[in-house]
């Protein structure tokens, strides 16, 4: 006997729960599901942020510059500069290096999270049936496109219910 994988196409209300798990499915290939789940309230809603580059200030504070005496009896108050790789000690180097790796791995993780983005945004729009494309053009976010598609297509609770 010979099976054959049956494809799933956004059609009607009834192909939703399939096509919710398609999506899912492949945004989670990239640890994406919790930025696209139609499901969560878009204030509720992360946000991809790029990760921070680490600077000196990070592992030491500002560094105070002595102030100066103009005149007897004048007085400049003291200023503060922002730490040089210089002013580390070698502990505060090595601490520095390590953050710096870390946000190097995160960097690539983000990029690797942003690819997954458009390719599980390419993904929905297949799948979506030629005549219901006209609910994927102009949407900003692959969230916004979920949210979209789930009001159109995601069966109501009476719908359920029958």
């Known amino acids: ?3 054959a994988k049956e494809s799933i196409i ?3 209300e009834k192909d939703w729960e399939p096509f919710l798990e398609i999506v899912k499915s492949t945004s989670n290939e990239y640890k994406l599901w919790k930025y696209i789940n139609p499901s969560t309230t878009k ?8 990760p921070t580059k680490p600077t000196y200030l990070d592992i030491r504070g ?5 102030a100066l005496n103009i005149e007897e009896g004048i007085h400049i108050a003291a200023l503060k500069r922002p730490p040089q ?16 790796d870390d946000w190097r791995h995160s960097i690539r993780k983000h990029e690797q999270q942003e690819q997954g983005l458009a390719k599980v945004h ?4 297949k799948i979506v049936a030629f005549e219901h494309m006209h609910y ?17 297509f995601a ?8």
């Open 136 to 152: 994927t053009y102009n949407i900003a976010t692959v969230y916004d496109l979920m949210v979209n598609l789930k009001n159109r």
């Open 62 to 66: 500002p560094i105070q510059i002595p």
């Open 43 to 50: 204030a509720q809603l992360p946000s991809l942020t790029e």
């Open 85 to 100: 790789y210089s002013d580390l000690t070698p502990d505060e180097k090595e601490e520095y290096r390590n953050l710096i």
């Open 155 to 162: 069966p109501t609770d009476k719908a359920r219910e029958s």
């Open 122 to 125: 390419t993904s929905i729009i």
């Open 1 to 3: 006997m010979t099976t």
């Open 10 to 12: 956004l059609q009607k």
